[in-house]
């Protein structure tokens, strides 16, 4: 191609990144694709050398980076040119594990005493950070009072959810899911919670 060196990006793991070597003139023009020996430097975090692959005839490589982590591309033909940094990053949810469960028996409308912890991973184990909905799995009754669910965003692959609680009682369990990803809670016991409101259902004599 006759494009412009690659700037320093990110690229969600699993996608392919393809990278030409050219030539120019002394004024900086585009002559043609030249044949490079290609390599990886400066490979940090989960990158391998073996994400890097040339092509047979050298004019081209393409970087496909599986786990988290970083590298600088690098081609030589009588000179020597680098890329930015090329950061791989996690892609969409693959997988969702209860890292902590919620309580086991709680009271309708009182939060959880131990409050649900989910983390969550891409197709090659790396963190992700698409937000995940909790739900009641049943259906009978919510959480927190909202049938859409309470959303979180991970940090760092972890979703730490806090103040979590049911509107319903006997036993329920959660629901958590991002994109296609799911994972669902053990069971959860739930009590009557205490009274709100009180309704007259007969008058007293007057």
Known sequence: GSGTTVPAQSITAGNPVNFYAISRDSGGHYITN???????????????????V???????ATFTGHLVGSAIVQASSGFTSQSGVQTVIG???????????????AQVG????????VTE??????PSNIPITATETGGLGNVNRNPAGVLLTPVNGVATFSGLYLTNS?????????????VQSGNISVGIGKAERLVWTTQPNQ
């Open 54 to 60: 040339a092509s047979e005839d050298g004019r081209s």
């Open 121 to 126: 991973t891409d197709a090659f184990g790396n």
């Open 110 to 117: 009182a939060p959880f005493a131990q409050q649900p912890v």
């Open 91 to 105: 892609g969409a949810p693959a997988n969702l594990v209860m890292t902590q469960q919620p309580s086991a028996n």
């Open 170 to 182: 006997g036993l329920n369990s959660l629901t958590f899911t991002a994109g296609v990803a799911s």
């Open 34 to 52: 030249v044949a490079a020996s290609w390599s990886l430097v400066n490979i940090n975090g989960g990158v391998m050398s073996g994400d890097f």
